[in-house]
Structures are given as structure tokens and as C-alpha cells.
Nanobody, 122 residues
Framework: QVQLVESGGGLVQPGGSLRLSCTASGSILRLYAMGWYRQAPGKHRELVERISSGSSTNYADSVAGRFTISRDNAKNTVYLQMNKLQPEDTAVYYC????????????????WGQGTQVTVSS
């Protein structure tokens, strides 16, 4: 019954900005690490940026200095601020709530949003 709903995607020109939002139902996001992933046509889904329950972050080299993940626990929402967007950033962006990692290395009890399209084009 956990649902993650992304919003804020759209069409933007190169150099522009967008802010994506991920709002949860059925889960208290402050208890979990959250991540933004993206998948471009013909490519694997990749991690864009992650934020822990303690608000430490890590990010992909391709977005360093341009994208910022943050969370507002009072609103049960995670954001991805995207600046200086490039055509290569065009992808479907997904919100991910992490679960737990077993001793085998497998993550369980994690959830994905439906994705929101970001298109960067002139």
C-alpha cells in the first residue's frame, strides 16, 4: 500500500532548472534513505542522488554541482533540484524508498514511484 508519487517533470531548455517532488502515502519517509534514479531510452536505470535518513547525500558524477536532493520530513516529501540541465539529462526520473539490505546483499521492502518525464531540448 506504499505509494510514491513523483511530480515536477516537464520540458525545459538547456541551462534551465526543474524541481522534482516525491510524496509518499503509506510510509514515513524520514525513517528511510531515499534516492532519485533516472532511465534514458536504451540505457540502464542509474542512481542520480541519494539522501539518508540522517540527510547525508551522495550523487552521480554526471550531476555533481548541478543537482541537489533534499527532504522535508514535515511534508513527507523528497525533492530533486535540477539546475543547468543538459540534453543528456533527458530521462524518466524515479523516486525510490530504500528498504533493508540482507546479509546476502539483496535489498528488500523497497518501493518505486511511477516516474516523471524530464525532457531537456531547445
Amino acid at each position: 500500500q506504499v505509494q510514491l508519487v513523483e511530480s515536477g517533470g516537464g520540458l525545459v531548455q538547456p541551462g534551465g532548472s526543474l524541481r522534482l517532488s516525491c510524496t509518499a502515502s503509506g510510509s514515513i519517509l524520514r525513517l528511510y534513505a531515499m534516492g532519485w534514479y533516472r532511465q534514458a531510452p536504451g540505457k540502464h536505470r542509474e542512481l542520480v542522488e541519494r539522501i539518508s535518513s540522517g540527510s547525508s547525500t551522495n550523487y552521480a558524477d554526471s550531476v555533481a554541482g548541478r543537482f541537489t536532493i533534499s527532504r522535508d520530513n514535515a511534508k513527507n516529501t523528497v525533492y530533486l533540484q535540477m539546475n543547468k540541465l543538459q540534453p543528456e539529462d533527458t530521462a524518466v526520473y524515479y523516486c525510490h524508498r530504500e528498504g533493508v539490505v540482507l546479509t546476502t546483499g539483496r535489498m528488500v521492502n523497497d518501493f518505486w514511484g511511477q516516474g516523471t518525464q524530464v525532457t531537456v531540448s531547445s
